[in-house]
């Protein structure tokens, strides 16, 4: 019989083997352990009051700095709020938000990556072309046909995310014949889609919050692990949504606690990146995981 205390034995107990490689703008960049994504909302509306910033250049670039002392790998620039329910605004005030601040920022902090948070191939395009280095799609690619062309001839990573509808509807599409099964066949049809385009470096985002229900939402969390069967780093995007601050019966304000607790628990379910909008305390999740699992 052999006993775990037998030398001979070797027990893979870390949680975070896997190392992802991606080309960058001619840089090599290197995922060896999990990733922070830091939020910058460049919107006045969007779900979590403290992740909005003015479109001030002194504003954004303390912002950003901040976020970069507290750990960030990645920040997340976006100009289209998301939330349920959003207003609806023009490619032209997307733009207009976001443009200016990957500029300031690109040229600040060279060193950082940042990601354009859009679902418009335009403005992923003049985004990547102003200093960001990657595409975070919340539509998965389908609320704009020319996004997979656009984001191949870049060559930039893509977050391909699973959602239905729009911010608008999606919480009106919330039935699934099988949860886990449907979001697979989903995220299997459009990678097969997206390397027909060239894109070579994929993301996968299961969407919490996007067309699910709160039951739906940490059902997904719990089996986290199945999406390593497409072998492409997944992130989790948990941090201050409803499926924590509704069960905590508290709101976005309240609910870094529930935040904290379910990204751990998101990294030990196989997560390689963590959006959020509160870097230090992600960063300090992240020491604790990798003292518990290096």
């Known amino acids: 019989m052999i006993l775990f205390s037998d030398p001979t034995f070797a027990v893979e107990d870390k949680?975070?083997?896997?190392?992802?490689?991606?080309?960058?703008?001619?840089?090599?960049?290197?995922?060896?352990?999990?990733?922070?994504?830091?939020?910058?909302?460049?919107?006045?509306?969007?779900?979590?009051?403290?992740?909005?910033?003015?479109?001030?250049?002194?504003?954004?670039?303390?912002?950003?700095?901040?976020?970069?002392?507290?750990?960030?790998?990645?920040?997340?620039?976006?100009?289209?709020?998301?939330?349920?329910?959003?207003?609806?605004?023009?490619?032209?005030?997307?733009?207009?938000?976001?443009?200016?601040?990957?500029?300031w920022i690109s040229e600040a902090f060279p060193e950082i990556l940042i990601s354009i948070d859009t679902f418009r191939s335009n403005v992923a395009k003049?985004?990547?072309?102003?200093?960001?280095?990657?595409?975070?799609?919340?539509?998965?690619?389908?609320?704009?046909?020319?996004?997979?062309?656009?984001?191949?001839?870049?060559?930039?990573p893509y977050f391909l995310m699973h959602m239905r509808g729009t911010p608008q509807t999606m919480q009106q599409k919330t039935d699934y014949p099988k949860l886990l099964p449907d979001i697979l066949n989903y995220f299997a049809k459009k990678l097969h889609l997206i390397k027909e385009f060239g894109i070579k470096d994929v993301i996968i985002d299961p969407g919490f919050g996007f067309a699910k229900t709160l039951e739906q939402n940490y059902h997904i969390l719990k089996n986290l692990e199945i999406f390593k069967t497409l072998c492409h780093p997944i992130l989790a995007g948990l941090s201050r949504k409803s499926m924590i601050y509704k069960l905590l019966g508290c709101g976005p304000d309240d609910s870094l606690n529930g935040t904290t607790a379910l990204n751990m628990f998101a990294l030990s379910k196989g997560a390689n990146i963590l959006r959020v909008h509160d870097v230090k305390e992600a960063n300090e999740t992240r020491k604790l995981f990798k003292q518990l699992y290096a």
């Open 126 to 156: 003049q985004g990547i072309e102003s200093g960001a280095h990657l595409v975070n799609d919340i539509s998965g690619g389908s609320m704009d046909s020319k996004m997979y062309e656009v984001v191949g001839k870049l060559q930039a």
């Open 15 to 103: 949680l975070f083997p896997q190392k992802y490689t991606f080309q960058i703008k001619g840089r090599l960049i290197i995922w060896d352990e999990p990733q922070l994504m830091g939020i910058l909302n460049l919107t006045p509306d969007s779900f979590y009051s403290g992740s909005r910033v003015k479109i001030d250049r002194d504003d954004i670039l303390k912002k950003a700095e901040k976020m970069i002392q507290d750990g960030a790998d990645i920040l997340d620039l976006g100009g289209y709020s998301s939330r349920p329910g959003a207003e609806d605004i023009s490619e032209e005030e997307e733009l207009a938000r976001v443009i200016r601040p990957i500029s």
